[in-house]
């Protein structure tokens, strides 16, 4: 179970970071996003990502050179025209694609829209950790912090790269003792594995940044952009989690987590 | 309940006891409620007794053409009918409109024929006896069409004015039914003959009329008194506890909804008043909390069963048999309270004790500031049922100035007792920009409508050239529509005066005339593809635009893009400021409402291919609602765009509706009731005016479709109004079911 080589994998996406620092380059944006953050979210999905997860609902977000670019003025503008309806929870949510492949410009960003008193969330799956990261990770209020899997074979099955940058991302945002929530999507199969959730569990029961896990339900919605592509979707046999396997993994993370919702 | 067994608290007393004055009542002897949905109970045994007589009948009169009987021998008037009862010994609200549950009664005065045609379609003849007397006398739909001219009946037959109240009651007018119950029929009696004596001087034309309206209003109130005293109810005098001032405000209502079949008959303001009285029992250990909302519950299903004879052309602009009860309930004062009481609660609690119902059509005064437990409830009431809509309180309360006031019709603001409405359905915009593109000629079978249109100049379509026209179309049909509406206003006071409703209204009130525009959203995306693509008219043998090729992008409304957004509010202003060119009729005030009702799809179908890529017959989008599908950007990037029309230009009211998945709202009940209380908040902040809140799935409204039999109570909110969904025809429920549900999660 191996990810085909394609020609997307080795593409270099220092110039996302680099190129255009007053741009973004932005999949689409969706003003009324609830279930990737608190509250009443706009949603940024940012275009590129180096994980090639089996399950990705957005391979449309990979190539380091598609989507549109957006500059950084507009989408705060953007937010400011939203900022009514976020009320005490809501904000700005950069998912993706994997944002921090921008993260020069997600800082320029998200200070921007501190400055305006909005709530900034982070939507990422770990895989980078630098100076540049850290400082944007000091902007973020929330870090919504995707671990695929707990185990690294697992992991690379997944998403065809090592886990070990996830758990040091997470490390890190511990230490700075600023909010995060976990985020696990539950396929059958594959990620369902008792004894993983639990050592998943074990490893995170004492961090103190951790308010939630959120148990992100597999779902095939993504599948038809794979044919589209001209790629293979390699989980179409696999059905969503039913909602007893959804309870029974809710229970075991209940017994580490503090909160632990369905979303 | 208890027996009365103390003498109750006796109440503030202010300058409601001096003169007439319903606002200062409630003013000085409101008790806010600033808690959350514990307190509220389910209903009784009777209740549910009744509720299912009322169900079954219901069922009944769906199987049966959705009219269960006709009585066509009387002229309903407030005192033609026997008393009527669902189960006399279980009601603690009495009083039907006839002397049957669900029975119609004929109103002739708003037009015979079409009374008799009506009464036909469902099978039934009526009378000779009726259909004699207006052999004597006339009636307003003759008399209307008495003084139309040939311009009139050309717009109106080709559908650029459409749904005007020239063949049916005009309805809007809002009784201030509160005042019964706290004055009884004799002091306003005496209040309304004080008035007449003082309408003295040089006797104009006006006095001499309004003097014979205040003789009229006297006799209904007179004739209400007969009404109660045939159910056992002395209205003459003041009520004197809780079960009576519902029964008083209902009866003030009924008397309304039995002299007079309005489009829209609404009931106002009353919860908060009604909360006032029952807190002064509830304080007096004279009844619990059971018997508050058995009594607001048994009201409410009263409220549900008010029926109008409507024919089957009726049911294209007006579709589900609506009656529009519209109660407005929450809001603020003007000294900063809140209105909420714990009888705004109950009222809500309706939907759960007896299920979800398009009536009476409940419409929450939004406020940032409304107690949030009051908030949340709303929201799980919306999401739960559906059956619910919201309005903009501090933009409507300090654009129009008073803190007393209720919703006459889908979502137009009125104060209490003070000012009244002239309804004026609506003109459609997107015919009129077809004029402008035709040679004022119309667009289906190229009859000249308008003469002084000229033609366009290059098939490949200019912005400005485009825009010229249009607005020369739009200064005609606004000239047309003024004069139509000065004759049906004046012939409805003439030939089906609404005295009941008057008879709760102060003497010579202020008058504003509500004009109607449809189709904002296909103007504002028609002008932007014309200004920002290549749109090239097709036109057939006739010369006759027949469809339009489109090339590049242009900014479409829903999406907050101003460049597309902004169209729509210059038009808005443009149609706003040519009615106040114009004369008007007791020089009512023109305002202009955005709202479509559900004669969208009517309006559709009569009307050709548009400039936006709309293809000739499809449906427009509700109200002031962007096209189905354009606005891709999110629910809240397209409330944006609605919220940026003015209100000021529009002060009838800016219809929009949102329709979405519960699931779309939050991954929990609690994040989903939240995240709808802060879209509200957010709208309202925006200034939008009135948002409509559907949380359903489509798989439901599909089933629904295919078996009604299994959603007898299911219920959608539509333009400015709420429908049971069985009873839409089966292609305005293809029409909502292909609305933009926001499905997104």
């Avoid at chain 2, 008010?306 to 603020?332: K, N, Q, S």
């Avoid at chain 2, 200034?687 to 039999?709: C, F, I, Q, S």
């Amino acid at each position: 179970m191996q990810i085909p080589e394609n020609w997307l994998i080795h593409q270099d996406a220092t110039p996302l970071n680099e190129n255009d620092p007053d741009m973004l380059r932005v999949h689409s944006i969706e003003t009324f996003g609830t279930h990737d953050g608190p509250g009443i979210r706009m949603v940024i999905f940012a275009q590129g990502c180096q994980f090639r997860c089996l399950y990705c609902a957005n391979p449309d977000t990979w190539d380091v050179k598609g989507g549109t670019t957006k500059s950084i003025d507009e989408i705060v503008q953007m937010a400011i025209k939203e900022k009514p309806y976020f009320g005490k929870n809501g904000g700005v949510t950069v998912s993706g694609g994997e944002p921090t492949l921008q993260r020069s410009k997600l800082l320029q960003l998200f200070t921007k829209l501190h400055a305006h008193g909005i709530n900034t969330a982070l939507d990422s799956n770990g895989k980078l950790l630098n100076d540049e990261v850290k400082a944007l990770l000091s902007e973020t209020d929330y870090l919504l912090l995707d671990v695929k899997h707990f185990n690294d074979d697992w992991h690379h099955t997944l998403t065809a790269v090592s886990n070990q940058s996830v758990l040091k991302v997470a490390e890190y945002r511990e230490s700075t003792g600023k909010p995060m929530w976990l985020r696990y999507v539950l396929v059958p199969g594959y990620s369902d594995q008792e004894e993983y959730l639990h050592q998943l569990g074990a490893h995170f029961k004492n961090y103190l940044t951790i308010e939630k896990i959120e148990i992100q339900p597999y779902h095939l919605l993504g599948a038809h952009k794979w044919e589209a592509m001209g790629l293979e979707y390699k989980l179409k046999d696999i059905k969503p989690p039913t909602a007893e396997a959804l309870q029974k993994t809710a229970a075991i993370f209940k017994q580490y987590f503090k909160e632990v919702k369905i979303n | 309940m208890k027996t009365q067994e103390k003498i109750s608290v006796p109440f503030a007393e202010g300058a409601w006891k001096k003169a007439i004055n319903v606002k200062d009542f409630v003013r000085l002897n409101v008790t806010p409620f600033e808690g959350d949905a514990q307190f509220l109970t389910g209903p009784t045994h009777a209740t549910l007794q009744l509720w299912n007589t009322c169900l079954a009948a219901m069922k009944l009169e769906r199987e049966q053409n959705g009219c269960l009987d006709i009585d066509t021998e009387t002229i309903s008037t407030i005192t033609s009918h026997a008393p009527g009862f669902i189960e006399k010994d279980l009601e603690k609200i009495v009083g039907l409109q006839t002397d049957a549950l669900l029975k119609r009664a004929i109103k002739p005065f708003g037009g015979v024929r079409v009374v008799e045609g009506a009464a036909k379609e469902k099978g039934h003849l009526l009378s000779y006896k009726v259909k004699e007397v207006f052999d004597y006398v006339k009636d307003h739909n003759t008399a209307v069409f008495s003084a139309y001219d040939p311009e009139i009946l050309k717009f109106r037959s080709k559908g650029i004015l459409t749904g005007l109240p020239d063949n049916y009651a005009r309805g809007r007018i809002i009784g201030d039914y509160r005042r019964l119950a706290l004055y009884g029929a004799d002091a306003l009696i005496a209040a309304k003959q004080a008035d007449k004596l003082a309408i003295d001087g040089e006797l104009t034309e006006h006095q001499i009329r309004l003097r014979e309206e205040v003789s009229d209003q006297i006799g209904a109130l007179q004739s209400i008194k007969e009404m109660g005293a045939m159910y056992g109810l002395d209205l003459s005098r003041p009520a004197e506890n809780a079960q009576e001032a519902v029964q008083w405000v209902y009866m003030a209502y009924l008397a309304a909804v039995k002299e007079q079949d309005g489009a829209a008959m609404s009931l106002g303001n009353v919860s908060t008043f009604l909360d006032i009285f029952i807190e002064r029992d509830l304080a007096d250990d004279i009844i619990t909390e059971i018997d508050a909302q058995e009594l607001i519950d048994q009201f409410v299903m009263k409220l549900r069963v008010v029926r109008h004879l409507r024919p089957g052309a009726y049911d294209d602009i007006f579709a589900g048999d609506p009656t529009w009860v519209t109660e407005a309930i929450g809001g603020h004062f003007e000294d900063g309270r809140t209105k909420v009481t714990k009888t705004s609660f109950r009222f809500l609690q309706t939907l759960y004790n007896l299920g979800p119902s398009p009536e009476p059509n409940l419409t929450v005064l939004w406020n940032n500031e409304l107690p949030e437990g009051f908030k949340n409830f709303c929201a799980q009431v919306s999401i739960d049922t559906s059956s619910i809509q919201y309005e903009n309180d501090d933009l409507m309360r300090n654009a129009r100035g008073s803190d007393d006031y209720g919703i006459a019709c889908c979502v137009s603001y009125q104060e209490l007792g003070k000012r009244i409405q002239f309804f004026g359905a609506r003109a459609n915009l997107p015919k009129s920009l077809l004029l402008a593109l035709n040679a004022g000629r119309e667009e289906n079978e190229g009859t000249v409508i308008l003469k002084n249109i000229p033609a366009i100049k290059s098939d490949v379509l200019d912005y400005n050239e485009v825009l010229a026209n249009f607005k020369l179309a739009i200064k005609e049909v606004v000239r047309v529509y003024c004069k139509s509406m000065n004759i049906i206003h004046y012939m409805h006071d003439k030939y089906y005066y609404e005295k009941a409703q008057l008879a709760f209204i102060d003497t010579d009130p202020g008058i504003d005339i509500a004009y109607g525009a449809a189709g904002i959203s296909i103007i504002a995306d028609s002008l932007a593809a014309i200004k920002y693509a290549k749109v090239t008219a097709v036109r057939n043998e006739l010369g006759l635009t027949t469809g339009f090729e489109i090339e590049g992008s242009y900014p479409k409304y829903g999406n907050d893009n101003d460049n597309v957004d902004v169209i729509a509010q210059e038009i808005s202003e443009f149609f706003f400021n040519e009615l106040n060119t114009h004369k008007t009729y007791k020089n009512a005030k023109p305002t202009m409402s955005l709202l479509t009702i559900t004669s969208n799809v009517m309006y559709g179908k009569m009307t050709g291919a548009t400039p936006d890529g709309r293809l000739a017959g499809e449906p427009f989008a509700p109200g002031a609602n962007p096209m189905h599908g354009r606005d891709t950007n999110g629910a809240i990037a397209s409330l944006n765009s609605v919220a940026k029309l003015e209100y000021r230009y529009a002060q009838d009211g800016i219809s929009n509706t949102m329709s979405m998945v519960a699931k779309s709202l939050g991954a929990t009940p609690t994040d989903q009731t939240l995240n709808l209380v802060a879209v509200l908040d957010g709208y309202f902040a925006k200034k939008g005016h009135h948002l409509n809140v559907n949380v359903l799935n489509r798989e439901t409204l599909m089933d629904a479709y295919e078996h009604p039999e299994k959603y007898p109570q299911l219920t959608i909110r539509v333009s400015g109004y709420a429908v049971n969904f069985i009873r839409l025809s089966k292609s305005h429920q293809l029409e909502v079911i292909a609305r933009t549900f926001h499905e997104n999660m």
